[in-house]
């Protein structure tokens, strides 16, 4: 996870779908605690990443991107949320970022 400390959040790498959901259940694992990782904290990583224009190829209509917005100013204070809020926004994110990588995963052909 890019250093807050020492980067601008201009400076993260473009928002990573399979990196964001395993930060989300790492976090869910060790109780919502906002966990410290190499480099900064869960709330700071996802806060950073969010606030990061999502990848233009990703199906994102107006309303999403407002969403998306939002998420990033939430998990910039989620280290002064309770617990339960905490809880519900880590759902929240997660059911969101696995339907967006169902948009973008290729039909399945029929059985």
């Known amino acids: 996870m ?5 980067t601008s959040v201009d400076t993260y790498p473009e928002p990573d779908l399979p990196r964001l959901s ?3 259940a790492f976090e869910a694992d060790r109780g919502f605690q906002d966990v410290q990782g190499k ?14 224009e999502p990848p ?3 199906p994102l209509d107006g ?3 407002h969403k998306w917005q939002d998420l990033a100013q939430r998990f910039q204070q989620y280290p002064d949320l309770h617990l339960e809020d905490r809880q519900h926004l880590v ?9 967006i990588r169902q948009q973008l995963e290729p039909p399945h052909p029929p059985a």
Do not use: I, V, Y
Not at 2 to 6: I, K, T
Not at 39 to 52: D, Y
């Open 56 to 58: 233009a190829h990703w």
């Open 63 to 65: 309303h999403e991107r």
């Open 22 to 24: 395993k930060a989300l």
């Open 2 to 6: 890019p250093d807050l400390n020492s």
């Open 91 to 99: 759902a929240e994110t997660r059911r969101w970022l696995h339907q």
């Open 39 to 52: 480099h900064e904290r869960f709330s700071q990583f996802l806060g950073g990443s969010l606030a990061q």
